[in-house]
């Protein structure tokens, strides 16, 4: 699928990378899509032990998932990126366990264009350029634990009418904004057991 673009790529399933880092610095940097880990329609995927760092190039991401079901992504880092660390989108059934988003420049783990039944567990991001987690456009989201602190705009924003959204027992705190925001007609969000503390906006 590397020279295809997701709207043509063909459908894939039961891959599996791990144990590998990847430093994206070499990448083709401008306006092009580069991706160190790319899933384009692909279903029952795992990555474990996946580190990429040093994503070059305008709306790069770390570790993207496209469309496709039931991918997971395990003890995985995403760090100095010029956009994103984690992207999925319109994927569903998928998980975020146990990874860390890092100095990225823009959110540390992002998921859209109707993503949805996804799941971000124990995961840490921070110092990020932009969101610690955006879940823009999604539903049935859940955070469970996690640490999303010290990032440039918020550490949780629950901005762009998502529908089921639940955040349990995460850390947001020293985000330049909000710890947790919750904008633009989002329903049926339940916040519970969370520490937000020492954010610029409260």
Not at 133 to 154: K, R
Request: with cysteine; net charge neutral; charged share 10%.
């Amino acid at each position: 699928n590397a020279a295809q673009s997701e709207g043509t790529s063909t459908s894939n399933a039961g891959i599996v990378v791990k144990d590998i880092a990847i430093n994206g610095q070499m990448a083709a940097s401008g306006t092009g899509l580069v991706n160190c880990v790319w899933f384009a329609y692909s279903s029952d995927c795992y990555c474990l032990n996946v580190h990429v760092y040093n994503m070059k190039g305008a709306n790069s991401c770390g570790i993207r998932s496209f469309g496709g079901a039931r991918n997971r992504y395990f003890n995985c880092t995403a760090t100095n990126g010029d956009y994103i660390g984690f992207s999925i989108a319109g994927a569903t059934q998928w998980e975020i366990d146990s990874c860390f988003a890092t100095s990225n420049a823009n959110n540390g783990i992002d998921c859209g264009v109707g993503a949805s039944q996804g799941r971000v567990v124990n995961c840490e991001s921070t110092l990020n350029g932009g969101n610690g987690f955006n879940p823009d456009t999604c539903s049935n989201i859940q955070v469970l634990g996690g640490n999303f602190s010290s990032n440039t705009y918020a550490g949780i924003a629950v901005t762009n009418t998502q529908v089921n959204v639940s955040i349990v027992g995460a850390r947001c705190a020293a985000n330049t904004q909000y710890g947790i925001w919750v904008n633009n007609a989002s329903t049926l969000v339940t916040i519970s057991a969370c520490l937000v503390l020492s954010n610029v906006l409260s």
